[in-house]
């Protein structure tokens, strides 16, 4: 089983509307959680993270964390083309503070 | 990725060569990684330095090397063990925090015929 799982996607949504992006863990041990936004051809780019149970909100991202069922989200809200991207979900553990483990990213297309 | 540089951005070298890249940073954080990325996956761990002159594997390391004699820099070398080479190659840091987020730089991308 994959540490780190995320829908493969691709995710199309219309412009303005919102992307909702789902990733599970499967270490209990797992305390951080990350948000990366690559796009095509470039290197990952930290969008948001999240430690804590609950919400996180920053701009029109926001981060959702539910440690019991194992699951983190991201939601993109008024969604834009510049949004199109794939988008990586990665957490680390208090055992393995030093080493992110990788989703292997959910393609998202916003369509205008 | 302002603090971190990669280079060259694009290394092109034949088969049975062994190539290094470059990553250097300026955020004086003590740790830096490097992964592989190839074309529709995640990323995947080579080598990771938490300190100066301290380094360890990560799940891919067959074929590569590294060393850390400086804080700032930190390179790869692909060897010509390394039996698919052709890869995305990033480098990241991170600073010792409650976080341990990852910064990436720009990458290289190495093509090996």
């Known amino acids: 089983q994959k540490e780190v799982e995320q829908n493969s996607g691709p995710l199309s949504v219309p412009e303005g509307a919102i992307a909702s992006l789902n990733c599970t863990y499967s270490d209990r041990g797992s305390q951080s959680f990350f948000w990366y936004r690559q796009y095509s051809g470039k290197s990952p780019e930290l969008i948001m993270f999240i430690y804590s149970n609950g919400d996180k909100e920053d701009g029109r991202f926001t981060a959702q964390l539910n440690k019991a069922s194992q699951y983190v989200s991201l939601l993109i809200r008024d969604s834009q083309p510049s949004d199109s991207a794939t988008y990586l979900c990665?957490?680390?553990?208090?055992?393995?503070?030093?080493?992110?483990?990788f989703g292997a990213g959910t393609t998202v297309t916003v369509r205008a | 990725d302002g603090g971190i540089t990669q280079s060259p951005k694009y290394l092109f070298r034949k088969e049975g060569q062994n190539v290094t890249l470059s990553c250097e940073q300026n955020?004086?954080?003590?740790?830096m990684y490097w992964y592989r990325q190839d074309p529709g996956q995640g990323l995947r761990l080579i080598y990771y330095s938490q300190i100066v002159n301290d380094f360890q594997k990560g799940d891919i390391a067959e074929g590569y090397s590294v060393s850390r004699e400086k804080k700032e820099s930190f390179p790869l070398t692909v060897t010509s063990a390394q039996k698919n080479p052709t890869a995305f190659y990033l480098c990241?840091?991170?600073?010792?925090?409650?976080?341990?987020?990852?910064?990436f730089g720009p990458g290289t991308r190495l093509t090996v015929t």
């Open positions: 990665a957490a680390i553990t208090r055992q393995r503070l030093y080493k992110l483990s």
């Open positions: 955020l004086n954080h003590d740790a």
């Open positions: 990241a840091v991170a600073r010792q925090g409650s976080s341990y987020e990852q910064y």
